[in-house]
């Protein structure tokens, strides 16, 4: 059973910093990626990270995020400076089928189950 557990989400001022992790109980030898989702929004696509370790960012946060891991702790994590209240969301990472990128929410097949980023203005 995969699972994956999300950390380090927070209230912060717009242009601060945030780091979040996502612990995953098999190797992080994987295409990875993280999502977020505000509410009454639709899940988007943040980062994802390829197994050769290739990385794609969503328009709204290229620049501004750089998606890693670590593979001996079996971590995923996603740096986050320069916030902006439009990035308040739940953020999710979860496990790509397949090797190649990709930003689309039906191509990953294991979830966490989220930490909460809140940027006040």
């Known amino acids: 059973q995969v699972q994956l557990m999300e950390s380090g989400g927070g209230s912060v001022q717009a242009g601060g910093s945030l780091r979040l992790s996502c612990a995953i109980s098999v190797s992080t030898d994987h295409t990875m990626g993280w999502f977020r989702q505000a509410p009454g929004k639709e899940r988007e696509g943040v980062a994802c990270?390829?197994?050769?370790?290739?990385?794609e960012y969503g328009d709204s946060v290229k620049g501004r995020f750089t998606i890693s891991r670590d593979n001996a702790k079996n971590t995923l994590y996603l740096q986050m400076n320069s916030l902006k209240p439009e990035d308040t969301a739940m953020y999710y990472c979860?496990?790509?089928?397949?090797?190649?990128?990709?930003?689309?929410?039906?191509?990953?097949?294991?979830w966490g189950q989220g930490t909460q980023v809140t940027v006040s203005s």
């Open positions: 990270l390829e197994h050769d370790d290739d990385t």
């Open positions: 979860a496990r790509k089928v397949g090797s190649n990128w990709s930003l689309r929410e039906a191509d990953f097949d294991y």
